[in-house]
């Protein structure tokens, strides 16, 4: 009895933690034991009920939990701390009063699941740096029909003949007095000054600051494609984290089966017991995993938010599925033209160019004279009195012309051609980058794409063999416990790896696509 008591312990320590979605009872012979633990590990880990010792009265009951429920769909994560009395602080709840004035918009009372496609939309709409933009766009905007809007008139009010001791004498100015009989004579006169450019400048300038707006949009765009980059690094940083907490889960999981495994041979007297030691060390340094991925993983949601405009701490739960996004790529080929027709950057720096060649045009025009009009309306009497004589008018036609040997104008048109060609300059220079850019970042994809494939055709299948088959050995009552070890380890880590690499590869696609001037959808 004592020998059945022990054998029915060490088969509850095997199964007492094992995931099933039912109740599993297994019949447990002193004898034969290890070889009905081996057919368990083999067979997918899950416990068989064997017919051949069904005489035997003895039985064990395998309790179910719901850990590995979980392990068929991808963790829901969000950026609530694990441990919320640790970080009440940090992570507590956006009320009014704590909110900072610069959000506009109020924290949700739930989470908000977006997938990549909504966050690019929310960075659109409320990331802060890009509504800078959009106002510095709509204000140049703003100063072309300012430009275009012909010079205000100058209205002119004068009046001459005052007697001494009479400045405000405007109504008896021209009164006979005994110095004078016959009055004083006065002219006092209204007059409207209209100023004209030469035909053509204002027209040009307003073309100009035009040109310039639209450059300033064209690099506003260029802004929000560089942004989205970073949005999407942060997005898929944040899904490899998910992967690799569940990659460490499942860690978590094996570790409890050979751990338990080498408590049932150390209570069958086949193993030490520093092996379940071991084994427990191991479970322990993969628990301390999580954590950090889970720190990771908030902090990369809390700076989603913040890139979105959103507050950092309010709940979000990423949507997406990593290799459904893995979408065929253009050629090099494909992608170098798409950027040197519709690069946000590249259509800047064309806008820029064909400013600075106005600008030289505007420049030659100052050689040509501006002109005034004035029109006047003369009266003997002060303009504030009863017209009782006669009125005439006049009409002046003033003409501005540049002197001084064209000094201004010589080297204003030779600021705006140095203009142009730096702004030529300029334009070749960004396309060479943009197009190094585009090169540069097909490499990275490329080597990314081969790593990601490597890990998961070669080394994760390969690492995965090798732990079946010293688990396989080691239930059998044999002598591998460090092999076994070292082939779950190199598990875990290989499976990590292929997490990073396959969120390499994601980032590496959205960086390609937004160098060459294109979404990553």
């Known amino acids: 009895m004592n020998s059945i008591s022990a054998d029915l312990e060490a088969a509850d320590l095997i199964h007492g933690r094992m995931t099933t979605n039912k109740l599993i009872v297994a019949s447990a012979n002193p004898a034969k034991w290890l070889a009905y633990a081996s057919l368990f590990f083999v067979a997918s880990v899950f416990a ?106 100058q209205v002119g009010l004068v009046w001459s003949g005052m007697p001494v001791n009479s400045p405000f004498a405007l109504g008896g100015a021209n009164t006979p007095t005994p110095q004078n009989p016959n009055g004083i004579s006065s002219n006092n006169a209204i007059s409207i000054a ?39 690094t942060l997005y898929y940083t944040a899904l490899a984290s998910q992967k690799q907490l569940q990659v460490l889960k499942e860690s978590v999981m094996r570790l409890e089966m050979i751990k338990n495994v080498a408590k049932a041979r150390y209570s069958n007297n086949a193993a030490a017991y520093v092996e379940y030691l071991n084994a ?67 259509k800047s720096s064309a806008l820029q160019l064909e400013a600075a060649r106005k ?16 029109g006047s309306s003369f009266t003997p009497r ?12 006049q009409l002046e036609l003033d003409l501005i ?7 201004k104008e010589k080297y204003g048109v030779e600021q705006a051609q140095r203009n142009q060609a730096a702004a030529e300059a300029g334009n070749i220079s960004n396309r060479q980058q943009i197009v190094l850019a585009v090169n540069s970042a097909f490499a990275s ?10 890990l998961k055709e070669r080394q994760v299948p390969q690492a995965d063999a090798a732990y079946k088959v010293g688990l396989t050995q080691y239930s059998n009552n044999g002598q591998g416990f460090n092999d076994l070890l070292t082939a779950q380890t190199q598990l875990r880590n290989l499976e990590v790896q292929l997490a990073l690499a396959e969120s390499n590869l994601l980032q590496a696609q959205a960086v390609l696509l937004v160098t060459s001037g294109k979404e990553p959808f």
């Open 280 to 346: 427990q060390v191991a479970q322990s340094a993969a628990q301390a995993d999580q954590f950090n991925v889970e720190r990771q993983l908030s902090v990369a949601l809390n700076n989603i938010n913040t890139l979105v405009g959103r507050h950092s701490r309010e709940k979000l739960i990423l949507r997406g599925d990593v290799r459904r996004a893995m979408n065929s790529v253009p050629t090099l080929l494909e992608l170098e033209d798409y950027a040197e027709t519709s690069h946000p950057s590249l």
């Open 382 to 393: 002060g303009p504030f009195s009863a017209n009782n004589g006669a009125m005439f008018y």
């Open 445 to 454: 994809y490329e080597q990314a794409k081969n790593q990601t494939q490597f």
């Open 48 to 153: 068989q009920t064997s017919p051949l010792n069904s005489l035997i009265p003895a039985t064990v009951t395998v309790q179910a939990n719901e850990a590995q429920d979980l392990l068929s769909t991808p963790p829901v994560v969000s950026n609530q701390s694990a441990n919320p009395a640790n970080a009440a602080s940090l992570f507590a709840p956006v009320t009014k009063s704590d909110t900072p004035k610069i959000y506009t918009k109020g924290a949700p009372s739930g989470p908000t699941d977006m997938d990549l496609r909504q966050l690019w939309n929310e960075l659109k709409l409320n990331n802060p740096q890009l509504s800078s933009l959009r106002e510095s766009y709509l204000s140049a905007k703003a100063t072309v029909p300012q430009i275009n809007a012909p010079a205000n008139p």
């Open 359 to 374: 600008g030289v045009d505007l420049a030659k025009k100052a050689y040509l004279p501006d002109f005034q009009v004035i």
């Open 194 to 232: 209209q100023p004209f450019q030469f035909p053509g400048k204002k027209s040009l300038a307003s073309d100009i600051a035009n040109t310039n707006a639209e450059a300033l949009l064209a690099q506003s765009e260029s802004t929000y494609l560089q942004l989205g980059a970073q949005l999407s």
């Open 401 to 407: 012309i540049p002197l001084y040997f064209f000094t």
